[in-house]
């Protein structure tokens, strides 16, 4: 009944807030913490495979190699949060980076590298992301990497080798993977939105249709033990994952790309495909619907030979 529900829910709450006040309490320690310095808020360090892990905190999940050996850090979030990203690789010991690695040009995954380039030997990226920083990333200072590749680069850190890829034009016309092969782990940069819609960057050459063959490629040079990193994830499905994710994110492009391609065969308009197309089949997809829209757009373009 409705009176006993919204009583059992203020009771609820009151025992909550109760609950909180007492665990403070209970917690001399975090108070004393609390008043004496300002409350900082950090990310996150997750071991993953062997010495490779994740870090996260706002913007692209940010992977990391750190060993006795050497340091690879793949990405760099926001000036902020490398910021704490760095302060938590010094109380590692793992203060100089031997590369870092930018998969693609967004800047929740570069704006940091100004940070992190005092520590670092070398920033690597595909041959055309320090041009799209450029057309498109412009409003703030940029670091750029000092060394590019088209196809593929690879370095050795003791017993690890990474491997950064390219395929073909995706999420942006230059995102790339980066292997870690004694760990089996691959960084997928955004090349996975696990259960979000994904974004995708049409004016800096994204195409829908290389994005599922991308997504085929990866899944076809690794194997069903892989582990593979998500630049985004929704909360519930988490930014780590294997294979089957990657087909669930491939199936929903197949999907965007099928309903633009009926589009472009029935006549429509690309703003009839985008504001009319509902995709069903994948009720645990989340995020802004607009990125929906922006994804027929750049399908419609693949089906209509526009690109
Ligand atoms: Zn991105």
């Not at 750029?144 to 590749?149: I, L, M, S, V």
């Not at 703003?271 to 197309?277: I, K, L, Y």
């Amino acid at each position: 009944m409705a009176g006993s529900k919204s009583w059992n829910r203020r009771a609820f709450l009151r025992h909550s807030s109760l609950g909180l006040l007492a665990g403070a309490l209970a917690s001399p320690t975090r108070l004393v913490a609390a008043a004496s310095r300002p409350v900082r808020l950090q990310g996150e360090f997750t071991p993953l495979r062997r010495n490779v892990g994740i870090y996260t905190e706002r913007g692209g999940t940010i992977g990391w190699l750190l060993s006795d050996d050497g340091v690879v850090i793949v990405d760099s979030q926001f000036a902020d949060t490398a910021e704490n990203l760095a302060d938590g690789l010094r109380d590692r010991g793992s203060e100089n980076i031997d590369v870092l690695v930018n998969t693609h040009h967004h800047r929740d995954h570069t704006a940091g590298n100004g940070v992190l380039a005092p520590h670092a030997r070398s920033i690597v990226a595909h041959a055309r992301v320090p041009e799209l920083q450029r057309a498109y990333e412009a409003d703030e200072p940029q670091t750029y990497a000092d060394t590019t590749f088209d196809r593929e680069w690879s370095i050795a850190i003791g017993d690890e080798t990474v491997r950064a890829r390219h395929y073909v034009p995706a999420h942006t016309g230059a995102d790339a993977t980066v292997f870690f092969e004694e760990a089996n782990v691959v960084h997928m940069g955004d090349l996975m939105f696990n259960r979000l819609y994904p974004f995708i960057d049409g004016p800096s050459g994204a195409s829908v249709r290389g994005w599922i063959e991308t997504l085929e490629a990866v899944m076809a040079d690794h194997d069903a033990e892989t582990l593979y990193v998500f630049g985004h994830a929704s909360e519930r499905f988490g930014v780590t994952g294997s294979r089957e994710e990657l087909g669930v994110q491939r199936d929903f492009l197949s999907a965007v790309l099928e309903a633009a391609e009926a589009g472009v065969r029935d006549g429509a308009t690309a703003d009839e495909v985008a504001e009319e197309t509902v995709l069903e089949g994948f009720p645990d997809h989340e995020g802004p619907p607009e990125r929906l829209a922006t994804a027929l757009r750049v399908a419609y373009d693949d089906a209509s030979g526009a690109q």
